[in-house]
């Protein structure tokens, strides 16, 4: 069974930085993309940014140059830096895994597995 558990949220003020990290566990994947999507209260979830096993990246089109996506496959764990937050990116921060690697990594629909979530908050 696949597990993905997400790690690091928590409350910052505007300006500030957090990392998130997404440690997964059960089968090996002999390729992958995983990515990270986040939710807002009353909003559509929303793509973040994304990795191929091959180590591609693609970022959504708010978050280049804020975010950054990075891995660590002797830790099965991807991470998510994220700097100069704004009140706008609070929201439930999701990892999500699937074992095709040509899977469009943009749309949600297309993971089988997720974490639960972690909650960011930035105030302003």
């Known amino acids: 069974q696949v597990q993905l558990v997400e790690s690091g949220g928590g409350l910052v003020q505007a300006g500030g930085s957090l990392r998130l990290s997404c440690a997964f566990s059960g089968r090996p994947f002999s390729s992958y993309v995983m990515a990270w999507f986040r939710q807002a209260p009353g909003k559509e979830r929303e793509f973040v940014v994304g990795i191929r096993s091959a180590g591609m990246t693609y970022y959504g089109d708010s978050m280049k140059g804020r975010f950054a996506i990075s891995r660590d496959n002797a830790k099965n764990t991807i991470y998510l830096q994220m700097n100069s937050l704004k009140p706008e990116d609070t929201a439930i921060y999701y990892c999500?895994?699937?074992?095709?690697?040509?899977?469009?990594?943009?749309?949600?629909?297309?993971?089988?597995?997720w974490g639960q979530g972690t909650q960011v908050t930035v105030s302003s």
């Open positions: 999500a895994l699937d074992g095709r690697y040509g899977a469009n990594l943009y749309q949600k629909n297309e993971y089988e597995f």
